[in-house]
């Protein structure tokens, strides 16, 4: 079978597991960040192993399965946890889910990560809106033939496309209201991903900072590049859990940035839960 027909097969598996639900908005939900999924009503909860040809999560803070249901109202597939690169999974398969949620319906999804701070100003728990990336994993998941059966829309699915504005200002607009309704302020940032897994020495992350990036991470940048091809909208949502390398006083680990993740997690669940609706009633008056 073609990768496209393993992606066709796990979405019909999908969408047969959840009865008469058709997902508009898709939600990752990155380390440590996975309170958001626990405010779905009724949700139907499917384990990334009951899925057909689904990668699933080795990470510790990755719990590995898709939550769907109503959020706040909203029709929501949300993956609670992802597979990176570094894991050992190849591009085709670290995008595999982007391109299982856009065939069973998504057209618009949030990417949530836990990242390094690296410009100024940053401070650990803060929540930063993705205005654009710098990929340097040193590879692209559309590297291949290019398959147009992925498209969701008119006109996308193509070789080359744009990436000007990957991550959709309108889709910014509304986190910044949902954010104020919250009563925070959201910054927006550029993300640079990295393959991982080693965190990165000061001397990249000064080189970074060189290269105009706000934060660092491993993950995120393949899911959008994915996202833009299918013509699906993305919002990109950073959460600041360490200083990067050679920024802070104390040594980088797994543990901290998860612990990170987990006090600012209900803060991000409830921007999600407010921004949902909204998004869904986006992707209706835009149809
Ligand atoms: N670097 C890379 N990835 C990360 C970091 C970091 O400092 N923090 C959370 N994910």
């Not at 949300?78 to 670290?94: C, F, K, L």
């Not at 949902?178 to 990295?194: I, M, P, R, S």
């Not at 833009?228 to 901290?256: D, F, P, Y």
């Amino acid at each position: 079978m073609s990768y496209y027909d393993h992606v066709v097969e796990a979405a019909e598996s999908l969408r047969i597991k959840l009865g008469g639900l058709v997902p508009r908005v898709g939600i990752v939900l990155g380390s440590g960040l996975g309170a958001a999924a626990d405010t779905v009503a009724d949700p139907i909860i499917v384990p990334y192993e009951e899925i057909p040809n689904f990668p699933r999560s080795t990470v510790e803070g990755h719990a590995g399965r898709i939550v769907a249901g109503l959020l706040n109202g909203a029709p929501v597939a949300i993956m609670q946890g992802r597979v990176h690169y570094y894991e050992g999974y190849t591009p085709a398969q670290v995008t595999f889910p982007m391109r299982v949620l856009g065939k069973l319906g998504i057209r618009a999804v949030a990417l949530t990560n836990a990242a390094g701070g690296i410009a100024e100003g940053l401070s650990i728990g803060q929540l930063v809106l993705l205005s654009d990336h710098i990929n340097q994993m040193g590879w692209n998941p559309l590297i291949g033939p290019n398959e147009p059966r992925f498209a969701v829309r008119q006109g996308t699915g193509l070789r080359f496309f744009d990436m000007t504005e990957a991550y959709s200002k309108p889709l910014r607009a509304l986190a910044h209201e949902a954010a104020a309704d919250e009563g925070f302020n959201l910054v927006e940032g550029v993300y640079l991903a990295t393959p991982g897994p080693s965190f990165e020495t000061p001397a990249e992350i000064r080189a970074f900072r060189t290269l105009g990036a706000t934060l660092v991470g491993m993950s995120t940048v393949p899911e959008t590049i994915v996202a833009r091809h299918m013509g699906i909208e993305v919002l990109g949502i950073s959460c600041v859990t360490n200083l990067a390398a050679g920024l802070g006083a104390k040594q980088l680990s797994h543990q901290e940035v998860f612990e990170a993740g987990r006090q600012v997690e209900h803060r991000l669940a409830a921007l999600l839960k407010r921004l949902a609706p909204r998004i869904a009633a986006h992707l209706d008056d835009a149809q």
